[in-house]
Every structure is written in structure tokens, then in C-alpha cells.
């Protein structure tokens, strides 16, 4: 896999990532304040750095690429995309869960991740050129809004979903597979934006 980064840098990630105490409640505590509390859209958890790796891997993503995570918590696969693409854009709607997903790109000293506070599914992704939800948790109306969201990129753009494919005349579902992921198998699917 030519996406790797040293035992040294992972360390620093994970040591900024253990500065935020309690992140379950810190979600939780946001989705209460935004009055979604309980919304199984909005449950906590992250996309494990290896699984980033992987998923870098299988877009084929370069240095040139705008990664967009949408939906991105707390940041992790923006932060490791940041280490690989031009820039590295987290999309979230918790407006203090964005607040300590930009405390870890600073502490990490990465000026070309940024996160921005708004819905993912009306968000402008036009400087986009590959694109990452973790989907699993979207319930299909969810699904249909992020697939029209992501066919107004550009042509040529790669879309990355986990879970659930996405159906949208405008893109097609170039290849799926079977990742690892912390201890488990999660499928992934393949998009470009025709």
C-alpha cells in the first residue's frame, strides 16, 4: 500500500486525539444542544486511520486531490487525507465536534485540513475531486439527498461510501470491496461522477 505514515506520526495522532476527554459524550452533548438527541443518523464513532489508508488506496488519491469527508465527526479521515492530498476539507454539523476536529489539525500542525460547520447533504462540493462518507448510519432518503449532494461535482470525481452504494444517474459504481476494519469487514464502495 503506498499510503503509509511513520509509527512516529500515528503516535501524534492518536496523542492528539486523546486530549479530547469523554468523545462519546462530547457528541452526545452537541446533538443534545442542536435538539437531535437520539437521532441514529448521529452516532458516534470514527473511520480508524489504517481504514483511511486503505480507502486512500483503493480512490487511487494523489497529491493533487481536494478530499472532502462528509459528515466527518471528529476528523480522522480528514486529518490522514491531509498528510496525502492538496487540501482536506471535513464537513460536520456539530458545530463543537467541528471546534475539536480543528484543535487536532492544529496540534498536528496540518494547514490544508479545515472543517467546516454545515449539513453535509446541502454542502457546496465543488472544489471536490474525491469524496468520502461513511454512510452507514444514513437512512435512504439521507442516501438520496447525499447522492444528488455529490453529483453536482465535477465529472471525474471519486466518491467513496461505506455501507451503502449510491444510485444517481450521474454517477457510476466503478468497484466494491471488503476492508478491514477494527477487527471487522466493512464494504466499500467506489463512485465517479460521470
Request: proline share 5%; aromatic share 8%.
Amino acid at each position: 500500500m503506498p499510503f503509509e505514515l511513520s509509527a512516529d506520526r500515528l503516535e501524534q495522532i492518536d496523542a492528539e486525539y486523546r486530549k479530547i476527554a469523554y468523545p462519546f459524550l462530547l457528541v452526545d452533548d452537541a446533538r443534545r444542544a442542536a435538539g437531535r438527541a437520539g437521532d441514529p443518523e448521529m452516532v458516534y464513532g470514527t473511520t480508524p486511520a489504517s481504514a483511511v489508508l486503505e480507502l486512500l488506496d483503493f480512490a487511487a488519491a494523489t497529491p493533487d486531490d481536494v478530499f472532502y469527508d462528509l459528515g466527518c465527526g471528529l476528523g480522522v479521515p480528514t486529518v490522514v487525507a491531509a498528510h496525502f492530498c492538496r487540501k482536506a476539507i471535513g464537513i460536520e454539523i456539530l458545530p463543537e465536534v467541528a471546534q475539536r476536529a480543528r484543535e487536532v489539525a492544529q496540534g498536528l500542525q496540518l494547514a490544508n485540513a479545515t472543517f467546516e460547520v454545515t449539513d453535509f447533504k446541502g454542502a457546496d462540493l465543488s472544489e471536490g475531486t474525491l469524496i468520502y462518507c461513511y454512510s452507514t448510519c444514513l437512512r435512504a432518503q439521507s442516501r438520496a439527498e447525499l447522492a444528488e449532494g455529490v453529483s453536482k461535482a465535477r465529472p471525474g470525481t471519486r466518491v467513496l461510501t461505506v455501507t451503502h452504494n449510491l444510485e444517481h444517474p450521474s454517477l457510476e459504481m466503478k468497484e466494491s470491496r471488503e476492508l478491514s476494519w477494527e477487527g471487522s469487514r466493512r464494504s466499500v464502495y467506489l463512485h465517479v461522477r460521470r
